[in-house]
């Protein structure tokens, strides 16, 4: 059973948590899909710029350390927004 | 929705075969992680082949290392919802995912494994991890 993948066929990132940046928010959730209404995120924290307090740096810190506080089940960020993605333990350095 | 049970139990039984205890109800979280001292290893298993595929094995290898923790548990997330969520009420700030590992000793958690930190890496590396923890908080010498 070790090693066995349910979700065959599916983006090189499914399943992975990532980072995702756009031009007023960083959402960290774990990847599903792109869909034709764009990314598709689970379990989804995020970091609003004006909103949230302290820095998109602090956050990202707080969340490599105690995981991602999930505000939101599913979300999804409309490919037009999105600056940059990345694999969450990327960030870890 | 939890998966037919025919299809976690080899999973179970994964953890189970390595000597970890499976806490399935609030009741067994409580006897094993309530009021313990010393150092237990907590696994939150999962059927996410994704990562969990790797965190088993990466157990297993841990487990051989020359340092341990005193007890090793289970519980399985998606499925014996109760008890997850009772064993994850014992890790603090730690943030809820799976599968993921806490290390904890006198009931404070003292190293975490996060979903995160197990993603693309290999048994080995997640392995390297556990062991680096166990040497850092655990006495128990394997063996003595």
Redesign the interface.
């Known amino acids: 059973?070790?090693?066995?993948?349910?979700?065959p066929g599916h983006h090189e990132l499914?399943?992975?948590?990532v980072v995702l940046e756009t031009e007023r928010a960083l959402w960290v959730g774990?990847f599903d899909s792109v869909t034709p209404k764009g990314v598709l995120l689970h379990?989804a924290g995020a970091y609003e710029d004006g909103v949230t307090p302290g820095t998109r740096e602090e956050y990202l810190q707080k969340t490599?350390k105690?995981?991602?506080?999930?505000t939101a089940k599913n979300v999804i960020i409309p490919e037009g927004e999105v600056r940059g993605m990345r694999?969450?333990?990327e960030a870890?350095g | 929705m939890p998966y037919p049970e025919s299809l976690v139990a080899?999973?179970r039984a994964?953890m189970t075969q390595m000597g970890a205890t499976e806490l399935r109800t609030v009741a067994d979280v409580d006897a094993a992680l309530g009021s313990s001292t010393g150092t237990t290893l907590v696994f939150v298993n999962s059927?996410?082949?994704?990562?969990a595929?790797?965190a088993?094995?990466a157990v297993q290898m841990a487990l051989r290392h020359g340092v341990l923790p005193e007890r090793t548990v289970t519980v399985f997330a998606g499925q014996d919802l109760d008890a997850v969520a009772r064993a994850r009420s014992y890790f603090g700030?730690?943030?809820?995912?799976s599968p993921?590992m806490a290390l904890l000793r006198d009931g404070e958690v003292v190293h975490?494994v996060?979903?995160?930190?197990i993603?693309?890496?290999s048994?080995q590396t997640i392995a390297a991890d556990l062991t680096k923890a166990f040497d850092t908080h655990c006495s128990h010498s394997v063996g003595a």
């Open positions: 059973m070790s090693g066995h993948v349910f979700h499914h399943g992975i948590t774990r379990d490599l105690f995981g991602v506080r999930a694999q969450l333990a870890a | 080899p999973m994964e059927v996410c082949g994704c990562a595929g790797n088993r094995p700030e730690y943030q809820p995912s993921s975490f996060h979903r995160h930190q993603e693309g890496r048994p």
